[in-house]
């Protein structure tokens, strides 16, 4: 078994690789949920979304969000009525916000709506939220403390951010499922995701980086030189105050890691990494990294 943590771009364009290679029951993923929120009264979960709609094939892989060919009328009509849904949600991906919201509101935890999504979408692998508690995250801005997405959706990324602030009620606790597939995991794989809103929140819940404790962990880097390779990282990561790259995201992830992985293309040097190509362009390119980590997971 092999558990992975992921945000929903950089992390599952390597998962569409590994689900072609590797059984799929010996596949857990543990999912960020900090990027959650609640739209049009319906729970938007935007990586545990992600990951589901890949490992179950529906995926619309061209912006790693959202159904393959999925229709917009309903958020067209609310548009028109008024409703400010500054996110636009397909029809069929509005019916599972629908159902998670309605799950959720009748008190089952996120770790049981998700297993119910996953079952009827006939995925196989071991779909994992972070925590069942709620958590958000904030970016102080001119315009104050805002939503992650009504920063990165909304406002398309251009404002500045001074801080990255996460609030929530209880403090997020990892839950006993994430940590015993981690305890029954051979090797933890930190795909490229964003270090600031898609792994820290993971690895900062309650009991995580204990369950950690001497498992071989591979993290690889989103970073090539001084940016990402696509989205707000960089933005995010200055205002953390890490820098910008491979260097910042390695200092991310301090006293984890066993095994780094660099882009053969990154100028940034940190000895001790290892250097694959990392831009998973198409599927090929997916099933290629992914050989190369499981090969390094099976020397851990
Ligand atoms: P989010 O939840 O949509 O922000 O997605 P993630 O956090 O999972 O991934 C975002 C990160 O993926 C960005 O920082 C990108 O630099 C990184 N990324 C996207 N595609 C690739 C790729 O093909 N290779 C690498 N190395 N990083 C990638």
New binding site residues.
Partial sequence: MITFL?????????LRGVQRIMDRHEISVVV?TA?DIWISGNHIS??LD?VMYLFSGILNTDT??GIRNDTFTTHDDAQRLGIDEFIAIGDRDRAVHIARGEMLRNGMRLTNVTKVLCDRFGVRENVLPMTDTEIITQVRTDLGLIHFQEYWVRAKGALDIYDVVRTFVDPPAATEEVLAAIEASDAVVI?????I???LPILECEGLRTGLNNKCLIA?????GD???????AALMRARGFEPSSKGTFSCYHGLVDIFIQ?IRDPVDIGGSVRFD????DEK??VA?AQEVLRLAGLC
């Fill in positions: 992921s945000g929903g771009t950089g992390t599952p364009k390597l960020n990027e935007p990586d992600t790693w969000w795909g490229p995701s964003n270090p809103t898609s792994i690889i880097s989103p970073f090539i940016a990402p390779v696509s989205g707000p990282a882009d990392t831009l998973m362009t390119k997916s990294l």
